[in-house]
């Protein structure tokens, strides 16, 4: 296969995947592929903010009420909504991407969570403002993020952390404006996840300049078997 070819196939692998057309197995392994890949990486970027821009002129419209647990049921089933409750808004908008020009409320970005994590966790600020869920990954080696509410201060920026019992705290990376992210987790913390605590805290634009947190914790939730 040629240059050529393969950046091809990778182009429309990275639409079919911000379209939510891949079957399950391999919309997760793009999902790994993205922490490691920079330039496949900017090909699915490239996507999202072409499928964003169809809607921006379009008055936001949500769907019935009835059309999302019916779509729920179709596309999960029940077994899976038990887990999924957390994450169901981020899955059906990445899923759903191709609805965009229907209900242009879903938003079309956004990795897909782990169909059975080994670890999850519940980040929740003290005003109950900044809401977020985790989900490990233990095949690929890779942590799903979905922010569920809160947002990114002016000018700031709110980095994610792990710690793992005594040690200090490893960056896991800014999160995104999008409302989910997938980041590699080091083979050296994979071991020590359970009861490893994730927190969020205000940083500078950028991240923090010293490789640890400089502000203001604001919400924190410890890594407990799924």
């Known amino acids: 296969m040629t240059g050529t070819d393969k950046s091809d196939d990778d182009r429309a692998l990275a639409g079919e995947y911000v379209l939510g057309v891949l079957p399950p197995e391999e919309a997760r392994a793009v999902s790994a592929r993205l922490a490691t ?21 379009i008055a936001p419209v949500d769907p019935p009420a009835r059309v999302l647990r019916a779509t729920e049921r179709r596309l999960f089933g029940a077994r899976r909504r038990r887990w999924w409750g957390w994450a169901a808004p981020v899955a059906l908008a990445a899923a759903l991407a191709a609805a965009v020009l229907v209900w242009p409320g879903f938003d079309p970005r956004g990795p897909v969570p782990p169909e059975a994590p080994a ?96 502000g203001a914790v604001l919400a924190a939730g410890a890594l407990t078997e799924a």
């Open 37 to 57: 890949d920079p330039d496949f990486a900017a090909l699915v970027a490239s996507w999202q903010d072409d499928l964003a821009g169809l809607a921006d002129e």
């Open 119 to 214: 670890y999850r966790a519940e980040l929740v600020s003290q005003d109950g403002d900044l809401r977020l869920a985790a989900a490990y990954d233990a095949g690929a080696g890779t942590l799903f993020v979905a922010r569920e509410g809160g947002v990114v201060p002016a000018g700031r920026a709110l980095e994610l952390w792990i710690i793992a019992g005594d040690d200090a705290p490893v960056s896991l990376g800014v999160l995104p404006e999008s409302p989910a992210m997938v980041v590699a987790v080091a083979p050296d913390l994979r071991t020590a996840l359970d009861g490893a605590v994730l927190a969020v805290s205000d940083e500078p634009a950028g991240g923090s300049p010293t490789g640890q947190p400089t």
